[in-house]
């Protein structure tokens, strides 16, 4: 997908030097036929089985992202009511819809209920109280899955692991059974299915496997106390090689550890996919100011900061990061800190990094950033929001465009008293 051709980075068949000088830098630059591609490997691996993969939004949520997987056929994984009306405005119909999230307010719930979504993940008891008055208000019958916290280790970084007792998420094993029985005596409530996430950028089965056992059992549980479930949410979650060496399972592996556990449950299977899709479709575009040192230390000073992507940041996350000129094979390399140019030391994408010579003006890309990079992005020292564009084949659109430093003032308001 990434390639040297003529000496020269290319995304598809675009020269990325090419949106460098038309579009200026920072820029995300995302390939529509990896997204699509992605998309279709998950179909493959899940051949057979009653599924539905429903993009999980707040992995990349640009319009023309979402309409690339819609126009798939793709359903969507919404946790707001922004990213419900970003699916629909994309084109997704409300039965493609799953509404997830820790903490929906009761216009959220009103939304999604108008909106038909398919199911609506809840995690508290409170919360299915407030749905079934919303629905009652409606009069409408709410489809839900309770999400359950299986207290499982997804071995994944302690900021994105979500199936631990301490994580805020879902509600104890312990607790399923009752608070189905519960709101199965709610009037507007149907309980249509069940569902768990345990984290994000799996790099290992075995986690997998224990929620997938746990998720069954309970599921053949609660049918057989006579909820009529018909949907078993799975989460998203797999991982993706962020260095060169990293070695996540493939797809197949994870279809075929899905469909042994799933095997004898006649019921469609919801899987939320965000990272695997958008990850490793998308790049940042970046340009180096200046290089300078320090003592015993060499800095790479890019125009990209920790406001345009702030995984390593927040996470300490490694990305590879590469010239878009290509460095000669035996051009010699030396260790650089790379950061951006924002008042904060946490403002830096690699610490002592091993890289061909890097010199001002250079064209650079910060690789797989495709997913929790542009929507994490920030307005941090008064930066422009980046920009993104979509390529298809040897063709790009600016998908979402830079504003200029006055639309940006002007969203502010003097009041008439100062
Ligand atoms: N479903 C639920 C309920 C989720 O909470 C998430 C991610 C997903 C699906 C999609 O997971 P994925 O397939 O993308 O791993 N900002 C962090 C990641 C946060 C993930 C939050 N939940 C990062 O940059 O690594």
Redesign the pocket.
Known sequence: MLTYKNGDLYLEEVALRRIGDEVGTPVYAYSSGALKRHYQEFQTALHGLDHMICF?I??NSNQAVLKCLADLGSGF?AVSGGEISRALHAGAPGHKIVF?GVGKTKDELRLALEAEVCQINVESEPEITSLNEVAQSLDLQAPIAVRVNPDIDAKTHEK?S?GKSENKFGVPISRIRDIYRHASHLSHIKTTGLAL?IG??LTDLAPYRDAFRTACDLFKMLRGEGHPLKRLDV????GIPYKSDDTPPSLAEYGALLKEFVADIDCQIII?????IAGPAGVLLTRVLYVKSGNGREFAILDAAMNDLL?PAL?D?YHRITHVSQPSLNEKKRLYDIVGPVCESADTFAVHRSMPIIKPNDLMVIEAAG??GSV?ASEYNTRPLTPEVLIQSDAYSIVRKRPSIDEIISRDRIPSWL
């Open positions: 999980a707040k992995a994984d997830a994105i979500t996430h994000s950028q989460g998203g979650g797999l939320e996919p965000g990272r695997h995984r996470y996350a997913a929790y994490m």
